[in-house]
């Protein structure tokens, strides 16, 4: 089952923030978030495991709430460096794979 | 760290060739790797996993006798599309990942991905 993402794309400047949603209809195992730039493999950002759960780098963080059914990216003060598409990948218990969103394309402008 | 290699970066062929892509983990031992498909603009759509020594499991609608793949060691994995026709034109990445075969609790690493072209 894909999970649903929102936004499909965002815009944004220098500075500025975004939230990016993923969503599944039953609870989660995990959570992944990826960026891929164009022509680019996709590279990993962080894992969520825990309900409830926050973590971060940098200005890019990411929430798991309590229910494990949707997760939460955050692009904090953005940065030209940000651009590029974002995708979250979910799995179900015992069903060791990802199901990847369709993505959300973010382009930062100066 | 945690760096998978993937090759070739692009192919084209004709018609009815076989096509071999092989993904190396450079620096980690993977447990498990993926292969996706990966159409323009599209999300990743998992084709298969494989674990070390054993065989593939495919997704629901991948031909395995199409998509034949090989996960020889803990540190590389073969797909190879077997006489390729332009509908399997798309870009393939691999992914790998040193987590327990039953839960991933660890990040997967992709490849730079393959852009196979069929004429």
């Known amino acids: 089952q894909q999970p649903v993402q929102s936004p499909q794309a965002v815009i944004l400047r220098e500075g500025e923030d975004a939230v990016i949603n993923c969503s599944s209809s039953k609870a989660l195992y995990s959570v992944h978030w990826y960026r891929q730039k164009h022509g680019e493999a996709p590279v990993f950002l962080m894992i969520?495991?825990?309900?409830?759960e926050q973590k971060g780098h940098d200005k890019i963080s990411a929430s798991f709430n309590e229910k494990k059914q949707q997760s939460s990216l955050y692009l904090t003060a953005s940065q030209l460096s940000y651009s590029g598409t974002y995708f979250c990948g979910t799995e179900f218990r015992n069903d060791y794979k990802l199901s990847f969103g369709a993505g959300t394309t973010v382009t930062v402008r100066a | 760290g945690a760096v998978v290699s993937q090759h070739p970066s692009w192919v084209i062929c004709k018609s009815g060739t076989s096509v071999k892509i092989e993904c190396r983990s450079l620096?980690?031992?993977?447990?498990?790797m993926f292969w996706y498909r990966q159409f323009p603009k599209q999300s990743l759509m998992l084709m298969a996993t494989?674990?070390?020594?054993?065989?593939?499991?495919?997704e629901q609608g991948v031909e395995k006798d199409k998509f034949l793949i090989n996960h020889a060691s803990l540190t590389l994995s073969t797909l190879t599309v077997t006489s390729a026709h332009p509908e399997d034109s798309s870009f393939y990445i691999c992914?790998?990942?040193?987590?327990?075969?039953?839960?991933?609790?660890?990040?997967?690493?992709f490849g730079d991905g393959t852009r196979l072209s069929i004429l």
């Open positions: 992914s790998a990942s040193s987590g327990h075969h039953l839960y991933s609790n660890q990040p997967q690493h």
């Open positions: 620096d980690f031992q993977a447990t498990t």
């Open positions: 494989s674990n070390e020594g054993s065989k593939a499991t495919y």
């Open positions: 969520l495991l825990k309900g409830g």
